[in-house]
């Protein structure tokens, strides 16, 4: 992996936006600096193009929504780097589990898709029913 060029830099410290490039000179990852800490969006691409992970920084802490497509897709929701929200779960569309957090902790029960053994059953699951 190749670094593009950098916008701007402050003393040794990252500033302003950076991409990461892979061999072929696609970009695989953009994120944005300001004085060598993560602050903005963050996303990351998939070889094929598609969005693969895609997060919110502040003064370096995740803070808002991230979506992680890697395996199905997940929906987390943090506030200066805590879990905090709705964290939701799928596999090909059907819902696999939801949760709310506060601060960083589970608040209530967490809920699982009553068919969800694995992937392929989760995404062939009811897509209406959950259990604790």
């Known amino acids: 992996m190749a670094m593009e060029e ?3 830099t402050a003393g040794s410290r990252l500033d302003g936006p950076v991409s990461v490039t892979n061999a072929e000179g696609r970009v695989i990852e953009r994120a944005n600096f300001v004085q060598g800490v993560l602050h903005g969006e963050f996303t990351a691409w998939k070889s094929d193009g598609s969005v693969e992970r895609k997060a919110n920084f502040r ?11 890697r395996e199905g897709e997940q929906t987390l929701n943090f506030s200066e780097g805590k879990l905090h929200g709705e964290m939701l779960s799928s596999v090909n569309g059907a819902p696999t589990m939801r949760a709310m957090y506060k601060d960083g902790e589970r608040d209530g029960e967490m809920l699982r898709k009553r068919d969800c053994q694995n992937a392929l059953s989760c995404g062939q699951a009811d897509r209406s029913r959950f259990v604790v």
Not at 59 to 69: K, P, T
């Open 59 to 69: 003064d370096g802490l995740l803070h808002g929504e991230m979506r992680d497509l």
């Open 6 to 8: 950098i916008d701007k």
